[in-house]
């Protein structure tokens, strides 16, 4: 079982839609996590962190983390062209390694 | 803002050859990650230091090694390169460990 899984993509959302992202990790003891986004080439760049159960809102973008599931997703609201990319979610373990997902590859259709 | 910076930007190296990836973390970060991505893939993490000691290990190869200098500036050795070391490494660093880690540009290396 891989520390993080997220849901097969590609996603593709009209633009003004909501995308939702969806990540599971299997390390119960994890205790922080991370959304990055990553164009093609590029490095991964961080979008959101939480480290608590809820909701974590910024902007267009509200993280949700759910311990007892072990779930956390993205929601990226009025989604925008701009918004076309790979999606990573991350996972710092009880051993201290940050742990990636195989990423969502959004679209967001003009 | 200062961000991570990584060099080379771009390697070329033949196959057995050795290379070297430096990274320079954002200043005040004490930790620094080194991944792996290849073509289509999610980034591999290999080893990570915190206060120049090695933190924990990943996939990486025994062919390559690691270490945090004093500045907290670390370093990627990659020896006996093969064609499948092709890929994009990254350095992350962060301000201690379970934090937020920002990443720099990646150095992508291709062995023919």
């Known amino acids: 079982q891989k520390e993080v899984e997220q849901n097969s993509g590609p996603l593709s959302v009209p633009e003004g839609a909501i995308a939702s992202l969806n990540c599971t990790y299997s390390?119960?003891?994890?205790?922080?996590f991370f959304w990055y986004r990553q164009y093609s080439g590029k490095s991964p760049e961080l979008i959101m962190f939480?480290?608590?159960?809820g909701d974590k809102e910024d902007g267009r973008f509200t993280a949700q983390l759910n311990k007892a599931s072990q779930y956390v997703s993205l929601l990226i609201r009025d989604s925008q062209p701009s918004d076309s990319a790979t999606y990573l979610c991350?996972?710092?373990?009880?051993?201290?390694?940050?742990?990636f997902g195989t990423g969502t590859s959004l679209t967001v259709i003009p | 803002a200062a961000g991570v910076i990584q060099s080379p930007r771009h390697l070329i190296k033949e196959k057995r050859e050795t290379a070297t990836l430096k990274c320079y973390p954002i200043?005040?970060?004490?930790?620094v990650y080194w991944y792996q991505q290849g073509p289509g893939q999610d980034p591999q993490f290999l080893i990570s230091?915190?206060?120049?000691?090695?933190?924990d290990k990943g996939s990486i190869p025994d062919r390559f090694s690691a270490q945090q200098f004093s500045d907290y500036h670390s370093e990627l050795n990659m020896s006996s390169l093969e064609l499948g070391d092709s890929a994009l490494y990254f350095c992350?660093?962060?301000?201690?460990?379970?934090?937020?880690?920002?990443f720099g540009q990646g150095t992508r290396l291709t062995v023919v």
């Open positions: 991350a996972v710092t373990n009880t051993g201290n390694q940050f742990y």
């Open positions: 939480i480290y608590s159960n």
């Open positions: 390390d119960r003891g994890s205790q922080s």
């Open positions: 200043p005040r970060h004490d930790t």
């Open positions: 230091f915190y206060e120049k000691m090695q933190s």
């Open positions: 992350a660093s962060s301000l201690g460990l379970y934090a937020e880690a920002f």
